[in-house]
């Protein structure tokens, strides 16, 4: 409380001043309710005999508080003090604060038959900042008496309003070279933000500032930023995408996407073919034995729809070490293999495989050739190879087959035949012819069968299959029956197979998922194999990206060796159930994946002859994996824990963690991609292992790159037992071919100086110009020459972002395409006056002028003055005038012949055009008018009536 004495105090009414805030100050200290502190009796003046300057004292009482959102109006209630509750006279003035507004009157007296409280309502502004503020100051006074003042405080609500507004330009760029993207962040909240801005960038982009440091943001305030990308120099001509989030604290507040165009000069006037990479690739192995490989691939468009996937090495690896080195840096061993496809077909050459039917046979792999051929009524695929050489052997077998496809409406019939064998320990073999259908069945599902004789080693039988399926966006229900006669050992999955799949959508959350197996089958190895298992997986949605779930699950394996010369046979067998739940989330670019499974597992060992022995133990584990994602590479950390028990009651624990980067970009290092790993294994028994790895992939000039490795693995081990580094490297070269014959349409890009829609002599190319059909792109040379695949019946567009400034596209069409300088054009409207008459005044406002070109089409003019119609923006040409003058007040008709407006450059032009009003006619009796050369058809009834004006015209 605050006692404000103005002016000069006389002594005696100090006095009694100071008996009025003793009382107040007692008061407020045991009143109830804020405001409400003074007695009455230590103000009232029964006589009003006080001095007058006592209402000169002004004193604070406790504020009362009211919340609210800016742009909203509040009502605040205010207790009137006790002490005012029997004065004579009592009045109150609320006064505002600041940007506040008190609606209604701001003065008024209060009766004393309702002295209870005052209601005040008090208009928050928009501009009004997050939390406690002072709006509005009641003051309540009584002749002779202080004055009370209460203080009206508004909590005001937190708004938070960020708003990303990106750059209105287009944005075009060179791929190699870097670009600016602009963008602003305004704050129309009412609070200080500290929002931080996040980029997702196309594969490969990289962004050049290495810290991107958190913005503070003012209420009302608007930021201006700019982030500067490197454009690899591989980047294709066309549209790339960056989105940028903003986001404070992990919420997110807006985001936007801003498109950059990508121009690659190495692509102007041609497709971009296959990209052809040559390396070679250097690695030691544990014993420091030199190994050398060089690999040749050519990936990409050949010509019009075929593609090209080739690949051939030449050099060996010796060792696992030297194996795993290689790979790494992404250098395989491996025979040649050419592969062509198109939509109507594929030819693989070289290293092939494919599978015919359940029956007829599954997966085989060799080295020949295989043709696919189809289109939307039949398939066929066809199938000539030898089986890869055993190790140590150079034995091949022959690998033949053939199967089509031909549909009937909904019917689909299939035949195949097949002559499949391989060789080696444990060869196979299979002879088969079969045919099958398909048919739609109820509730759209799906019947196949399948009837097939086979032979095989040691045999031959009649094998058959069914599947009935049925699948729809949300839902998936599978049951499948096999009987293969000669089993894996000749190309199928099993002797007997049955297998059942189910996947349900419960509700837009939930889903449900489960299987069921049991197959048998017999081997030139095993007398018997048997295997059975199920497990049911329900699964909830938390929200959009995090789902958890919980997993049952059973396994059994049995099988039954063969005896041999060296061994009299037996069998072995594992059984295991498992309990467990998991959970998987992701936000952006981050993502989080955990498992923990409880369960245990049943091994069994049966000697020929022998009882069996039998050991059951717990078995657990826990496994996490999190990481972030995205176009700069991938970071992840692993942990896994794996528990089980001996039969003496000790638990033995396997556990693993390890953190691993693949292609990660060092913007600080020029676009240098890093990766790495480390990884701990403390095994069973205390086998321990580590993984201790470091690459770099480093692009150097012209399509050259290096990538660099090394690792040290505990896995391997020199002869004298050591664990050595073990170091790759990879020097290669990456260049994109021409195509063979660009596929689409051509034509060229021009500017259309005089408007005529076609292409004349002397109207130059527009190079550097995109065009479009579709999903495909393209841009024109330095003479505006294109061509763009896709759809060969569909118009080619031009993206006007990719023209210059004022010239704009004509059209879609196929061929030439033409480009005109828009510019503005204005036409000048003069009412004529009639003959020997007055001027005629006219409002041209609702005048409605329109220009055609030659091809029909209508623009239509604004009028932006009194007599002015103006075209904002007119395409280069010349066009015919047609005028709408029905809304005017006095009918008026284009004086003929009407001029041609003629647009030619970026000058704006302006022609004149007469308007004369209609003729006055008048009547004198005679049958002929007075003035004008109109005559009408009859004279008025009236034969004595005057000569009239008709001012309308008519």
């Known amino acids: 409380m605050i006692a404000h004495v103005r002016g000069v105090v006389v002594a005696a009414f100090a006095f009694v001043v100071s008996g009025v805030l003793s009382t107040v100050t007692a008061q407020s200290a045991s009143a109830p309710a804020p405001g409400v502190g003074v007695r009455a009796t230590s103000l009232i003046m029964e006589n009003g005999s006080r001095s007058d300057s006592a209402s000169d004292v002004e004193i604070t009482l406790p504020s009362v508080t009211a919340s609210g959102a800016p ?49 005040v309502t008090i208009g928050i502004p928009a501009s009004a900042l997050a939390g406690r503020l002072v709006a509005a100051e009641a003051r309540f006074s009584s002749p002779a008496s202080a004055t009370l003042v209460v203080p009206i405080e508004i909590d005001v609500n937190l708004v938070r309003q960020i708003l990303l507004r990106p750059g209105s330009a287009a944005i075009n760029a060179q791929a190699g070279n870097d670009v600016i993207l602009p963008f602003e962040i305004a704050n129309t909240g009412n609070a200080l933000e500290t929002v931080q801005a996040e980029l997702t960038l196309p594969v490969g982009w990289a962004l050049r500032e290495v810290h991107q440091a958190p913005i503070m943001i003012s ?56 990209l052809v990479t040559s390396a070679f690739s250097h690695a030691a192995d544990e014993n420091r034995r030199p190994n050398s490989l060089f690999t040749l691939s050519a990936v990409g468009a050949l010509y019009d729809s075929v593609r090209i996937d080739a690949r051939m090495s030449s050099g060996s690896a010796i060792g696992g070490a030297a194996s795993n080195a290689f790979a790494r840096i992404g250098s395989y061993q491996s025979s040649a293999s050419v592969v062509l496809s198109a939509p109507s077909g594929q030819l693989s050459l070289g290293n092939t495989g494919t599978s015919f039917s359940d029956l007829t046979g599954l997966y085989p792999y060799g080295q020949g050739a295989l043709v696919h051929v189809q289109n939307a009524k039949w398939n066929l695929t066809s199938m000539g190879a030898l089986s890869m050489a055993a190790q140590g052997s150079t034995e091949r077998k022959p690998m033949l087959g053939l199967r089509g496809e031909r549909s009937f409406g909904d019917l689909l019939l299939n ?31 799906t019947l196949k069968a399948e009837v097939a004789e086979r032979r095989f080693l040691g045999g031959s039988g009649i094998g058959w299959s069914s599947e009935l399926v049925r699948t729809d966006a949300d839902n998936t229900e599978q049951l499948r029956l096999t009987h293969a006669p000669g089993g894996s050992d000749a190309y199928a999955r099993a002797t007997n197979e049955m297998v059942a799949n189910v996947s349900e ?45 919980i997993e049952m699950r059973s396994y059994l394996f049995d099988a039954t060796s063969r005896p041999g010369v060296s061994n009299a046979g037996g069998g072995f067998g594992t059984e295991e159930q498992q309990l467990g739940i998991s959970f998987s989330s992701y936000l952006r670019q981050y993502y989080l994946n955990s498992s923990a499974y409880l369960g245990t597992v049943t091994r069994t060992v049966t000697p020929t002859g022998e009882a069996t022995l039998s050991s059951r133990t717990p078995r657990n584990s826990w496994a996490t994996n999190a990481g972030w994602s995205g176009p700069g590479g991938l970071v992840e950390l692993q942990t896994r824990i794996e528990q089980t028990r001996d039969a003496g009651g000790f638990v033995n624990q396997q556990s693993m963690i390890g953190v691993r980067g693949q292609q990660v970009v060092l913007p600080w290092f020029g676009g240098i991609r890093g990766e790495g790993e480390l990884q701990r294994v403390n095994g069973f028994g205390g086998d321990n292992t580590a993984i201790i790895r470091a690459g770099l992939a480093i692009p150097l000039i012209n399509g050259f790159a290096l990538k660099i490795d090394a690792e040290r693995n505990s896995i391997f081990h020199s002869v004298s037992g050591r664990v050595p580094w073990i170091f790759g490297a990879r020097f290669e070269h990456s260049m994109t071919m021409p195509m063979l014959r660009t596929p689409g349409t051509s034509g060229y890009v021009y500017e259309d100086l005089n408007g005529n829609q076609r292409r004349d002599s002397g109207e130059p190319g ?29 118009p080619v567009t031009i993206d006007e972002a990719s023209l210059p400034d004022g010239w704009a596209p004509s059209g879609p069409s196929i061929g030439d395409l033409s480009v005109t300088l828009s510019t503005s054009a204005e036409v000048e409207l003069v009412v004529a006056p009639r003959s020997g008459l007055s001027a005629v005044v006219v409002d041209l406002s609702k005048a409605h002028v329109v220009a055609r070109d030659s091809a029909g089409r209508e623009w239509a003019a604004t009028m932006t003055g009194p007599t002015t119609a103006t075209f904002e923006s007119l395409p280069v040409g010349t066009y015919k005038l047609d005028f709408d003058l029905s809304e005017l007040s006095e009918p008026l008709v284009p004086r003929t012949p009407l001029p041609l407006l003629v647009v030619s450059g970026k000058d704006s032009k302006s022609i004149t055009v007469t308007l004369d009003p209609r003729p006055i006619r008048m009547w004198n009796g005679t049958g002929t008018q007075g003035s004008g050369t109109q005559k009408n058809s009859a004279p008025p009834s009236d034969k004595s009536s005057k000569p009239t004006v008709n001012p309308s015209g008519s």
């Open 71 to 119: 742009r909203s109006y509040q009502v605040v209630s205010i207790p009137v003090p006790d002490a005012f509750a029997r004065v004579m006279k009592l009045d109150v003035e609320v006064i505002p604060h600041g940007d506040f507004v008190v609606l209604g009157p701001r003065t008024r007296s209060l009766a004393s038959t309702s002295r209870g409280r005052v209601g």
């Open 219 to 274: 209420p009302g305030q608007t930021i201006k930023r700019r982030v500067r990308l490197a454009i690899p120099a591989l980047s294709s001509t066309g549209s790339s995408f960056v989105r940028i989030d903003l986001s404070e604290k992990g919420e997110a507040l807006d985001s936007k996407t801003m498109r950059v165009e990508v121009f690659n000069s190495g692509s102007i006037g041609s497709q971009a073919g296959p």
């Open 415 to 445: 035949s195949s035949i097949t002559h499949l064998a391989d060789a080696g320990l444990s060869p196979r073999r299979l002879d088969a012819f079969g045919v099958g259908a398909a048919v739609p069945t109820l509730f759209g599902s």
């Open 505 to 549: 959508r419960l509700t837009s959350r939930a889903t449900l998922s489960g299987s069921a197996w049991r197959t048998t089958d017999v081997t030139s190895v095993f007398t018997g194999i048997k295997s059975n298992g199920f497990s049911v997986r329900p699964q909830y949605a938390i929200r959009e990206a995090t789902t958890i779930a």
């Open 766 to 794: 527009v190079a550097g110009a995109m065009v479009r059909r579709g999903s495909e792109t393209a841009v024109a040379d330095a003479s505006g020459k294109y061509r763009v695949s896709g759809d060969q019946t569909k």
